[in-house]
């Protein structure tokens, strides 16, 4: 079965950094586009950044300058570095990515668990 799984939530302080990753785990035969989403109290589940598989990039207006997504297809992981953060950056951070388990299976979407980030003094 695979999963996707995140790290590297916490608490931080205004202007600091976090690096969250989101590993693969189980029989993947392939990944295509993988991407960082957030969904802070209250609001709507949003697109934050996303890398695809040949690494071209795209960046949330938000968070531009200050995020950077990456990847490593060897590891079938996701990285996304957030420098200079701001309390509006506070939200459960999920990974999505689409996979395919197999050469013959369909593109699937996975979700990670997702992950608390929360920046406050």
């Known amino acids: 079965q695979v999963q996707f799984v995140e790290s590297g939530g916490g608490l931080v302080q205004p202007g600091g950094s976090l690096r969250l990753s989101c590993a693969a785990s189980g029989s993947i035969f392939s990944i295509l586009a993988m991407g960082w989403y957030r969904q802070a109290p209250g609001k709507e589940r949003e697109l934050v950044a996303s890398?695809?598989?040949?690494?071209?990039?795209y960046y949330a207006d938000s968070v531009k300058g200050r995020f950077t997504i990456s990847r490593d297809n060897a590891k079938n992981t996701v990285h996304l570095q957030m420098n200079s953060l701001k309390s509006e950056d506070t939200a459960v951070y999920y990974c999505?990515?689409?996979?395919?388990?197999?050469?013959?299976?369909?593109?699937?979407?996975?979700w990670g668990q997702g992950t608390q980030v929360t920046v406050s003094s």
């Open positions: 890398i695809s598989s040949s690494g071209g990039t």
């Open positions: 999505n990515t689409g996979a395919k388990s197999t050469p013959a299976s369909g593109i699937r979407i996975y």
